[in-house]
């Protein structure tokens, strides 16, 4: 592949990154709301609730995310009524099938993270928070959740991952995002290797971008005394070994 046609190529996956991360920047949001509800749902005191929302996540857990895009955006289409009625303004759309598909899988991988979190939340920490006088809603507000999200939070940078990795299934419905606009060139130019090399390296510096920052913010949210030192902090330390020990010899 000659300087001209690498400049092409780059320049038509740097205007597909954009598709690829609003795919994501829409899905994620989305996914939280669909997992807040069906884990709210599956604590419920109502046995429909719980049922419910148990089964919402046991089927699309269960079903490939490519099944369920094929079914929402090839399958629907074949009702007539649907198509008369306001939703296909929506669902005639590749780009809203894809996000729909991708939210309510991502929703359900979430509660099972959500699930996760809550169930290592101390029991004496609720316990203490309760015979300090603090309310049901206070507990969970000010105990519960922040334990929670800080012990889900390393499962759930998994899902942002699988998450952003997950919108080039996108392209089996038109959307043209980086694969989507990948398999296109690959056909131009008949450089399958490089183009797709080319993909693989922007993925990767996506996501270890991501990666990075939420490792920031999970070691944020960890409590000083539980926080790993950090490479500069280990460095600092071994630096100051030799010192601490002439000083001890010296004594």
Same mark, same amino acid.
């Not at 012990?151 to 759930?156: E, K, Q």
């Not at 989507?180 to 993925?203: H, P, R, W």
């Given at each position: 592949?000659?300087?001209? @046609?690498? #400049?092409?190529?780059?320049?038509?996956?740097a205007? +597909?990154?954009?598709?690829?991360?609003?795919?994501?920047?829409? @899905?994620?949001?989305?996914?939280?709301?669909?997992?807040? *509800?069906?884990?709210?749902?599956?604590?419920?005191?109502?046995?429909?609730?719980?049922?419910?929302?148990?089964?919402?996540?046991?089927?699309?857990?269960?079903?490939?995310?490519?099944?369920?895009?094929?079914?929402?955006?090839?399958?629907?289409?074949?009702?007539?009524w649907?198509?008369?009625?306001p939703?296909?303004?929506?669902?005639?759309?590749?780009?809203?099938?894809a996000?729909?598909?991708?939210s309510?899988?991502?929703?359900?991988?979430?509660?099972?993270?959500?699930?996760?979190?809550? +169930?290592?939340?101390p029991?004496?920490?609720?316990?203490?928070?309760r015979?300090?006088?603090?309310s049901?809603?206070?507990?969970?507000l000010? &105990?519960?959740?922040?334990?929670?999200?800080?012990r889900?939070?390393?499962?759930?940078?998994?899902?942002?991952? &699988?998450?952003?990795?997950? @919108?080039?299934?996108?392209?089996t419905?038109?959307?043209?995002? *980086?694969?989507?606009?990948?398999?296109?060139?690959?056909?131009?130019?008949?450089?399958?290797?490089?183009?797709?090399c080319?993909?693989?390296?922007?993925?990767?510096?996506i996501?270890?971008? !991501?990666?990075f #920052?939420?490792?920031?913010?999970?070691?944020w949210? @960890?409590?000083a005394? !539980?926080r790993?030192?950090?490479?500069?902090?280990?460095?600092?330390a071994?630096?100051?070994?030799?010192?601490?020990?002439?000083?001890?010899?010296?004594?």
């Amino acid at each position: 592949m000659d300087i001209e @046609t690498a #400049l092409h190529v780059a320049k038509e996956l740097a205007g +597909a990154i954009w598709v690829t991360l609003a795919l994501a920047a829409v @899905t994620l949001p989305l996914g939280l709301i669909f997992a807040g *509800l069906a884990t709210w749902a599956r604590r419920s005191p109502y046995r429909v609730l719980r049922g419910v929302a148990s089964t919402y996540v046991l089927a699309f857990r269960s079903i490939p995310l490519l099944v369920q895009i094929f079914v929402l955006y090839y399958g629907l289409s074949q009702f007539a009524w649907l198509r008369a009625s306001p939703v296909w303004i929506v669902l005639r759309d590749p780009f809203a099938c894809a996000v729909i598909a991708m939210s309510v899988c991502a929703g359900a991988y979430t509660a099972e993270v959500m699930r996760g979190g809550l +169930a290592a939340v101390p029991e004496g920490a609720i316990e203490a928070a309760r015979a300090l006088g603090l309310s049901r809603f206070k507990t969970f507000l000010l &105990v519960t959740m922040p334990i929670a999200i800080r012990r889900a939070l390393p499962a759930y940078s998994n899902e942002i991952v &699988v998450t952003l990795k997950s @919108t080039s299934l996108a392209c089996t419905i038109t959307v043209m995002e *980086l694969t989507g606009v990948a398999k296109d060139l690959m056909s131009q130019t008949f450089a399958v290797i490089e183009v797709f090399c080319m993909v693989a390296l922007i993925y990767l510096i996506i996501n270890m971008v !991501l990666i990075f #920052l939420l490792q920031q913010v999970e070691r944020w949210l @960890t409590p000083a005394y !539980l926080r790993k030192p950090s490479f500069a902090g280990l460095r600092r330390a071994a630096a100051k070994r030799p010192l601490a020990r002439a000083v001890s010899q010296k004594r």
